[in-house]
């Protein structure tokens, strides 16, 4: 199946900074991504849909002046957690859309990324 | 989104059927079941969906009750890496659709 990355896969930062967080469609292009959000021992939770060219749709209660995202190309997309807090510690999972897939299931998701904050 | 059902966890003996149910008592009629996992710290894995027939690939089979109100994922030979939370969705096949995932079945497989 097709493969999509994210980068970092675990990031520790200080409390105030801002982490970007990369997710990448390898082999296929996507022009809607999804960003999720999981907490421990939570499901994953659906922050926002990120679509290619245009401003993201944020879930209800999403901020989405905090986490901003870019879609710029087909095959990227990035998370920007702004002025993280200890809060914001969690596990990032993207899922990307395969565009000319004609199959039963065309979202991929991504490894997760692991944000720290301290 | 039709609401899903699923037990919040489940033991299986290794090498034994793991049967996983969920209802979905007010699934429509354009809405497929899909089944997803997640190992713990990965990403989701898809596994398998179906919209009224049975349905079988590498991973599990899918049995749908004729009624369509629930349906059981099987592992037929389940192995330690089998570990996971399963996930139970309806949802309509179109394009653009998001995934929902609600809080699963923790399946922990015992030696």
């Known amino acids: 199946g097709a493969v999509v990355s994210q980068h970092p896969s675990r990031v520790i930062c200080k409390s105030g900074t801002s982490v970007k967080i990369e997710c990448r469609s390898l082999?296929?292009?996507?022009?809607?991504m999804f960003w999720y959000r999981q907490f421990p021992k939570q499901s994953l939770m659906l922050m926002a849909t990120?679509?290619?060219?245009?401003?993201?749709?944020?879930e209800q209660g999403v901020e989405k002046d905090k986490f901003l995202i870019n879609h710029a190309s087909l095959t990227l997309s990035t998370l920007t957690v702004t002025s993280a807090h200890p809060e914001d510690s969690s596990f990032y999972i993207c899922?990307?859309?395969?565009?000319?897939?004609?199959?039963?299931?065309?979202?991929?998701f991504g490894p997760g990324t692991r944000l720290t904050v301290l | 989104d039709a609401k899903t059902t699923q037990p919040p966890s489940m033991d299986c003996a290794e090498g034994r059927a793991a049967n996983l149910p969920c209802n979905h008592s007010t699934i429509s009629g354009n809405e497929y079941v899909y089944w997803y996992r997640q190992i713990h710290s990965q990403g989701p894995q898809y596994i398998i969906h179906g919209l009224k027939n049975n349905e079988t690939n590498e991973m599990a089979s899918l049995i749908i009750t004729e009624d369509r109100k629930s349906s059981t994922l099987i592992l037929p030979h389940a192995t330690l890496r089998d570990t996971a939370v399963y996930y139970c969705?309806?949802?309509?096949?179109?394009?653009?659709?998001?995934?929902?995932f609600g809080p699963g079945t923790s399946l922990s497989v015992i030696p």
């Open positions: 082999d296929f292009q996507a022009t809607t």
């Open positions: 899922s990307a859309r395969d565009l000319l897939s004609g199959g039963p299931d065309t979202q991929y």
């Open positions: 969705i309806a949802r309509l096949k179109t394009s653009y659709d998001k995934v929902i």
């Open positions: 990120s679509n290619e060219g245009s401003k993201a749709t944020y």
